[in-house]
């Protein structure tokens, strides 16, 4: 393993971005290789076994293929149900992985209570549990498992769908934040909102706004960016530099679904050309 070589990242679909957004800024001499699985998604409704050989299948292909130093598991959902078998199977590679910022979160609130929006494949996960058992009497959680939601999100890139795909996350957004109870900071109400998907990050705005100015919303990209940096460091993995001169220069993002979504998400949220999105079939 050599330090100039680059980074895997991958998620069911767009949400990762969110990370990579993250792990852009945090390291900005190293290269990436992005993998968006769209053509499997969404992980969250799939069962276990089916997302831990989608992780295995999309790790060994990034290795084999683009001779990636380390991995980001930029999907909650995933991590939940593969990390371990992940590590098993790549006992030298770096591996980072993201779960919901629960216990962040608890320290954070001030009422005591914390809400956290994930996937139903991450809440009904032993990892969740078990860490959401770890944190018993430091905060009340009210947890979602938010159905569609990842799905709409993603459909807001596809040409197809954009017509009703930002109506759909509204009605998704309100409907799930009634669930989970009231928000604000009085005694009792929600002050603080857990986003255990990568996907939510991109509809956080949007919460935002339908929650009020005074509920945090948390996330992980940044937190997991540090900790990226940290292992490779470590490791001496470090890239020295220079850095690249364009994003293009030291980024390449494929996906196993629709080219013009991943290409419409890049533009959006990374400001990439089209030209450095690719279609990729990698088969179980
Ligand atoms: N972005 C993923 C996560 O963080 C999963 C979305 C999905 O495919 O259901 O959980």
Known sequence: MSAQQPIGVFDSGIGGLSVLQA???ELPHEHFVYLADNGHAPYGEKTDLFVRQRSLAIAHHLVREH?????????????????????????????????????PAAQLTRTGRVGVMATRGTVASEKFQRLLSSLQGSAE???????????????????????????????LLRSYT?????FGQ?????????????????AQEELQALLGPDVQLVSTGAPVARQTRRLLEAGGLLHAGPAPQTLAGRLQLFTTGDLAGLQAAAQRWLH?????????????
Do not use: S
Request: charged share 15%; net charge neutral.
């Open 67 to 103: 001779r990636i130093k380390a991995l980001v598991v930029a999907c909650n959902t995933a991590t939940a149900a593969a990390i371990q078998e992940l590590r098993h199977h790549h006992p030298h590679l770096p591996l980072i992985g993201v779960e919901p910022a629960i216990k």
């Open 141 to 171: 959680f009210e947890v979602c498992a938010c159905n569609g939601l990842a799905l709409a999100i993603e459909q807001t890139t596809l040409p197809a769908h954009q017509d009703r795909a930002p109506a759909e996350v509204t009605r």
């Open 23 to 25: 792990l852009l800024a």
């Open 186 to 202: 009085a005694p009792g109400q929600i002050d603080t909102l857990v986003l255990g998907c990568t996907h939510y990050v991109f």
């Open 272 to 284: 990439l050309p089209p030209q450095g999105c690719q279609r990729t079939v990698i088969p179980l």
């Open 178 to 182: 009634r669930a989970l109870g009231d």
